[in-house]
């Protein structure tokens, strides 16, 4: 049996003599009995460019990886990575070299840059259509500004500047009465691309749960399961005669590989939410990368077809780059690719000490042999567009949004032997008995703005950040964007994390064994927590007193039974500076939020009571203090 397409429709021939006499039969008799061309199946190459959690970071960004100098020779070099407009070069070229192209977004294009702040989404969008992706998968920050600024978004998509239109997609999303995209089709479950004659099918999927109670859809705006609402479609797609299936899902990695293996029919899952580097780990990990699966990772379906797998891991670092090839009956043979991680040209030693050219021809070669680095320049027509945004972001940078009405001091540890000349303010703050026996006023105004700030996206109780995380002291006086960004100057973002009170005083106790044996940045700020310390204790035993802050404005008694929802940095999530426990949340216990840190905090300052540029920031009431009393 041969399959062969008509139009919408399956038609099922057997090849040989008795067709092609039927066929010149019908010919003959009449030409028009039959408008819809008769395509006999083959099988077909496509290649799939994708990106997903861009997150608004449009700029290049300073990073570092270990790097050939030398022969046998891996140094901490520095570099620049990212930037949209190294993403519009790369898939513009791509999208000329290879078969059958299709340009992919995989949700989360806003939220965690004053790019976003600023403009709602303009600029993002604006340099998406320097690519002019073929779809784009609504993610859950999509809706940080409601259903409103999601249908703002998509006017700035639609702006006109691609000959064709992104198309917009969720299959799982019902837009309420209340919702302006309410019985429009600005949204769509799926789409058909044709490459070569043949159909392909792409289902958007949106991450339901976390959608719903940590972003802002409208009241009456839902999300229906993943899994279900994906085979619904697949068979809808199915029974028009499209055997060429690509889910592009913002419900995350684990999520992806579980639901491959619980649909019928879906051949490529390309993904987003979680924000996973994909890669081969041996390649990576010489570069200082630990990747959490391959590219493309390989799974099967429910009835046993090979399905591929793919994320680009996040704020645009990375180009996914997949090649899937069918046979005649849309079944994938195979599928191969790779993540493209996309580098600047210019070098320098994390040490300050001069590259000597043969070393940078050396560096260039092994970047070159990494396989998965890619120097890339960027786009000239992306960097125009994104010029003007630029600008205003730094013009944005120079304005006052508070006053802070009294001196707040940066300490990271209490006590008077830690931590005792990190205030650039004088004795004022080195030797001030209220910072002795609390902490740093900045560390718990930062700890502070995060509780508001998860409170906002998913009810949080708690929040925690490490005292060596802030950075500067806020001296009484004016307080301008780019002074946040100085208080908070890293490349972090929130996360939620799913802990019982156990497991939240575990890990406490375990960052103060390293301020007890010498450390000082991991010292813990919480807000909505607190505790008395004792150093001199064993190590397990020197927090007591631990009490939650409820709805109410009151302290109860850290129930270590009960779940709490925490909010911390990706930086603290994934056990960095002590935290080491916190390594151990996951899976559906750990969920990114996405924003950025600096941002929150920024929010926070504005949301103060006072008109813009006089809200008042001040010394937050001492029962707030994470650190009640504080014994060395």
């Not at 809808?236 to 299936?245: S, V």
């Not at 270590?560 to 930086?571: E, R």
């Amino acid at each position: 049996m041969q399959y062969i397409h008509y139009g919408n429709s399956k038609k099922y021939r057997l090849l040989g003599l008795s067709l092609l006499l039927s066929s010149a039969l019908l010919a003959g008799c009449n030409d028009n009995d039959d408008d819809e061309e008769e395509i006999a199946a083959q099988p077909l190459e496509i290649n799939i460019l994708h990106i997903n959690d861009s997150h608004s970071h449009l700029d290049e960004e300073s990073t570092t990886f270990n790097l050939l100098t030398a022969e046998n020779t891996r140094e901490a070099i520095t570099v620049f990575r990212g930037g949209f407009s190294r993403v519009t070069a790369l898939i513009n070229e791509l999208a000329e070299s290879e078969k059958n192209p299709i340009k992919i977004h995989a949700g989360d294009a806003i939220t965690g840059d004053l790019y976003f702040t600023l403009g709602e989404g303009k600029a993002e969008a604006d340099l998406m259509n320097t690519v002019c992706f073929d779809t784009f998968t609504l993610g859950n920050h999509e809706f940080d500004n409601g259903d409103e600024g999601l249908k703002k978004l998509i006017g700035f998509l639609n702006n006109g500047t691609c000959s064709t239109p992104t198309q917009v997609l969720s299959a799982n999303v019902e837009f309420g009465a209340t919702s302006p995209l309410y019985k429009t089709d600005l949204v769509k479950p799926y789409t058909i691309i044709e490459k070569e004659g043949q159909k392909i099918g792409l289902i958007g999927l949106t991450i339901a749960g976390k959608t719903k109670n940590s972003s802002r859809p409208n009241e009456d705006t839902i999300f229906s399961d993943e899994v279900t609402t994906a085979q619904k479609y697949i068979d809808e797609l199915k029974a028009q005669g499209i055997n060429k299936i690509i889910i592009q899902s913002h419900i995350g990695y684990d999520k992806d590989l579980e639901l491959a293996t619980q649909l019928s029919g879906v051949d490529v899952i390309i993904g987003g939410d979680s924000h996973t580097l994909l890669g081969d780990s041996t390649a990576m990990t010489n570069y200082g990368l630990t990747p959490e699966g391959a590219y493309p990772t390989i799974s099967k379906d429910k009835d046993g077809h090979q399905v591929c797998i793919g994320q680009a891991w996040q704020y645009a670092y990375v180009v996914g780059q997949m090649k899937v090839n069918f046979d005649a009956n849309g079944v994938v043979t195979d599928c191969s690719g790779r993540p493209n991680m996309l580098l600047g040209d210019q070098f320098s030693r994390a040490s300050g000490a001069t590259l000597s050219s043969r070393e940078v021809a050396t560096i260039k070669q092994d970047i070159t042999n990494s396989g998965f680095l890619k120097i890339v320049q960027p786009d000239s027509n992306a960097d125009r567009v994104l010029l003007p945004y630029a600008s205003a972001k730094v013009l944005f940078g120079s304005e006052q949004v508070a006053v802070a009405t009294e001196n707040l001091c940066l300490r990271r540890v209490p006590g008077t032997t830690k931590d005792t000349s990190r205030s650039t303010l004088g004795d004022e703050c080195n030797k001030s008995d209220f910072v002795n026996k609390h902490g740093g006023d900045v560390q718990q105004l930062v700890a502070e703005a995060f509780l508001q700030q998860g409170k906002s996206y998913f009810n949080a109780d708690i929040s925690i950040q490490n005292g060596g995380g802030v950075r500067i002291d806020l001296p009484n006086g004016n307080i301008t964007v780019n002074t946040i960004y100085q208080v908070l100057p890293f490349k972090n973002t929130l996360v939620q994390l799913s802990m019982t009170g156990a497991e939240i005083k575990a890990v406490l106790e375990d960052v103060m064994d390293t301020i007890a044996t010498g450390s000082t940045g991991g010292y813990p700020y919480a807000g909505g927590l607190r505790w008395d310390v004792d150093l001199s204790q064993s190590k397990g035993n020197r927090l007591s007193g631990l009490e939650v802050r409820d709805a109410s404005g009151n302290y109860q008694t850290l129930d270590l039974s009960k779940t709490y929802q925490v909010i911390t940095i990706d930086y603290l999530a994934d056990g960095s500076d002590g935290f080491t426990s916190f390594a151990n949340i996951t899976g559906s216990r750990r969920s990114d939020v996405g924003l950025d840190y600096a941002e929150a905090f920024l929010q926070y300052v504005e949301n103060l009571e006072g008109t813009a540029g006089q809200k008042q920031l001040s010394r937050l009431p001492v029962e707030y203090y994470s650190t009640q009393n504080y014994k060395e």
